[in-house]
């Protein structure tokens, strides 16, 4: 079993539509969670950083970590076009981070 | 720009040639990462520095890999006699504390 699993897709939606993504992982040593968003052809860019359970907010995007469960989710509200892209969930393993595969989003205009 | 740099952006080789690429990171961040990226997979870790010290090498980097800080600053992965299963995306990141930020990566393609 891989420390993080994460659903590869592809997922595609509506624009306007709510967006759910979500990983779990197996190592309850991870402290922190991350939320990065890859365009095609570009490197990963840090969206979300969460440390504790619970809910953290940044417009429309909210993450979500329950610990218990070793599952974290990743909201997109009013998802748009410019959303489109590959959503990668990130846990700092030692220090270097364990990436899931990452779930590639399509929002149709 | 006070990102994250790699160069080059896209190399192509043949078989059996040797290629470095150069990431500089954030000015004062003091760890420096390289990771592999193929196509449908997450980054993977290779390797690590805190300052120029190399602290954590991953099984994945043969030792046709080698990667040096040499003054804290940027960084450089050589990889020798390049194989086809080498042709990936090579990403650096760095970090002052646990968030990493990323270059744009160097997409090798080994013919």
Redesign the interface.
């Given at each position: 079993q891989k420390e993080?699993e994460?659903d590869?897709g592809p997922l595609s939606v509506p624009e306007g539509a709510i967006v759910s993504l979500n990983c779990t992982y197996s190592n309850s040593a991870f402290q922190?969670f991350?939320w990065?968003r890859q365009y095609s052809?570009?490197?990963?860019?840090?969206l979300m950083?969460t440390y504790s359970s619970g809910n953290k907010e940044d417009g429309r995007f909210t993450a979500q970590v329950d610990k218990s469960s070793k599952y974290i989710s990743l909201f997109i509200r009013d998802s748009q076009p410019s959303d489109s892209a590959t959503y990668?969930c990130?846990m700092?393993?030692?220090?270097?981070?364990?990436?899931?595969?990452?779930t590639r989003l399509s929002v149709i205009a | 720009d006070t990102g994250?740099s790699?160069n080059p952006r896209h190399k192509i080789t043949k078989r059996g040639q040797n290629v470095t690429f150069r990431c500089d990171p954030i000015s004062e961040h003091n760890?420096l990462?390289w990771?592999r990226q193929t196509l449908?997979?997450?980054?993977?870790?290779l390797t690590?520095f805190q300052n120029e010290a190399q602290?954590?090498k991953?099984r994945l980097l043969s030792d046709r890999f080698s990667a040096e800080r040499p003054k804290g600053s940027f960084s450089t992965l050589e990889i020798q006699r390049t194989e086809q299963g080498d042709s990936a995306m090579y990403?650096c990141?760095s970090s002052f504390n646990?968030?990493?930020?990323?270059?744009?990566?160097t997409?090798l393609t080994v013919l």
């Open positions: 993080v994460q590869p922190y991350m990065y052809r570009k490197g990963p860019e840090l950083y990668l990130a700092p393993g030692n220090t270097p981070l364990v990436f899931g595969k990452g | 994250v790699q760890r990462y990771y449908g997979q997450g980054p993977e870790f690590y602290l954590e991953s990403l990141a646990n968030e990493q930020f990323f270059g744009p990566g997409r």
